[in-house]
């Protein structure tokens, strides 16, 4: 056979998966972010307060000029640290809420992108502990704000999935105080610090699935 015979007969065969390649687009996906939370501020809080979790599963929609838009469900949990309480105390505070996303999202070639996003939605934090118990306050809820800024770094392992790293700074809209893990004394700290807005470092691991376009 000819050169041109053999081209031809590559082209027939192939043309199968270029056009499916083709035709694959990255615009709704299925995505589930897990993390290790660190508390930053108030004193009070980063100190007493011991991240455990942190855990957003959530829908993403892609457009054509890398915007990226969602909305999901989020839950982190903090636990009280008893090595840093003056009196025994166990318990901890969870968190749950509701978020959308707005970000940008570049693919720079077929195995590596970046997100840069940020997550903004509301929280409930449930505050439980032995000591408010005690106290007859079995659990404390407190309603606030939730804004997360993140930045992500992508690896697709085949053209319907993908893993990410990603880091991102939270901040709920309340300030923490001793005595939402039922403790009668300020511990030592300043007073002004209660009013300073709760905040924390997420570092983690995502799992993304991207649906296939359907013609």
């Known amino acids: 056979m000819s050169r041109n015979q053999y081209i031809y007969i590559a082209v027939l065969c192939f043309a199968p998966f270029l056009s499916k390649a083709q035709a694959f687009e990255?615009?709704?996906?299925?995505?589930?972010?897990?993390?290790?939370?660190n508390a930053f501020s108030n004193k009070a809080f980063k100190n007493i307060m011991q991240g455990l979790v942190s855990a957003a599963p959530y829908y993403q929609f892609a457009m054509k000029n890398n915007f990226i838009a969602g909305a999901g469900l989020r839950y982190s949990y903090f636990a009280i640290n008893e090595f840093k309480v003056p009196t025994a105390v166990s318990g901890g505070v969870h968190s749950g809420g509701v978020f959308l996303k707005a970000g940008w999202e570049k693919f720079h070639n077929e195995r590596f992108a970046t997100d840069l996003s940020v997550k903004f939605g509301y929280d409930q934090n449930y505050f439980t502990s032995d000591r408010g118990d005690s106290l007859g306050k079995s659990i404390l809820q407190v309603n606030s704000t939730y804004l997360e800024p993140s930045v992500g770094f992508i690896l697709t392992v085949d053209e319907f999935s993908s893993y990410?790293?990603?880091?991102?700074?939270?901040?709920?809209?309340?300030?923490?105080?001793?005595?939402?893990?039922?403790?009668?004394?300020?511990?030592?700290?300043?007073?002004?610090?209660?009013?300073?807005?709760?905040?924390?470092?997420?570092?983690?691991?995502?799992?993304?699935?991207?649906?296939?376009?359907?013609?």
């Open 26 to 37: 990255r615009k709704h996906t299925l995505n589930i972010e897990l993390g290790l939370p």
């Open 164 to 215: 990410r790293l990603f880091i991102s700074y939270a901040f709920q809209g309340f300030g923490y105080k001793p005595s939402m893990i039922g403790l009668e004394t300020f511990g030592g700290y300043d007073p002004k610090e209660f009013n300073r807005t709760t905040s924390f470092l997420i570092v983690g691991f995502g799992f993304t699935h991207y649906f296939k376009k359907v013609n």
